[in-house]
């Protein structure tokens, strides 16, 4: 089983509306959690990170449930800017190393 | 600052041949790694060196050598290239304090052996 599994998607959403998805991590230990975003051929860049709380960042809201082991991405009133593959990525503590999953593709359409 | 840096972005070998990917940043980062993308795989470790003067095998470290130089600097060695070693290759670096912090990548070096 691997360690970060995510819908590959893609997920094909209109200009203005609202899309989500979650992610899933093996490891129960596990303390870190962002979300990156990667372009197409490019590399991945830091979108977020996840709080225990839940935290938002202007249209990206981002939620953590440690007791079903899942991380939540949603992005409201999309823009054709948004289109990108999201990469779940966990750390466990005293780990140097990140778990990544293989990424959700989102596409904005006008 | 330009972050982190790879040379080459693009590389075509023949089977058999060797190189080295080299890789620096400017951040005074301690960690530093190397990954390779495929199509549908997402970004899989292959060595990383937690500090300066130490280097660990990832996940995927089978032909594949590695050296930090020095605190800036770490490069992946190919001794013979193989075909299922074409991939995107990324660099990366982070500061660590019992949790990882932000990764930086490069922008990638795209291998393909022939």
């Known amino acids: 089983r691997k360690e970060v599994e995510q819908d590959p998607g893609p997920f094909n959403v209109p200009e203005g509306a609202t899309v989500a998805f979650n992610c899933t991590y093996s490891?129960?230990?596990?303390?870190?959690f962002f979300w990156y975003r990667q372009d197409c051929r490019k590399e991945p860049k830091l979108l977020m990170s996840?709080?225990?709380s839940g935290n938002e960042d202007g249209r990206f809201t981002a939620q953590l449930n440690r007791a079903s082991q899942y991380i939540s991405l949603l992005i409201r009133d999309s823009k054709l800017s948004d289109s990108a593959t999201y990469l779940c990525?966990?750390?466990?503590?005293?780990?140097?190393?990140?778990?990544f999953g293989a990424g959700t593709t989102v596409t904005v359409r006008a | 600052n330009a972050g982190v840096t790879q040379t080459p972005k693009f590389q075509v070998l023949k089977t058999g041949q060797s190189m080295t990917l080299q890789c620096a940043q400017d951040?005074?980062?301690?960690?530093m790694y190397w990954y390779r993308q495929d199509p549908g795989m997402g970004l899989r470790l292959i060595y990383y060196?937690?500090?300066?003067?130490?280097?660990d095998k990832g996940e995927v470290p089978n032909g594949y050598n590695v050296s930090r130089l020095n605190k800036r600097e770490f490069s992946l060695r190919l001794e013979s290239a193989a075909p299922s070693q074409t991939s995107v290759y990324f660099c990366a670096s982070s500061e660590w304090a019992g949790l990882v912090r932000e990764q930086f990548f490069g922008p990638g070096t795209r291998l393909t052996v022939l």
């Open positions: 990525v966990v750390n466990d503590a005293n780990d140097y190393k990140l778990s």
């Open positions: 490891n129960s230990a596990s303390q870190s």
């Open positions: 996840v709080y225990s």
């Open positions: 060196s937690a500090s300066e003067g130490t280097t």
């Open positions: 951040m005074n980062h301690n960690s």
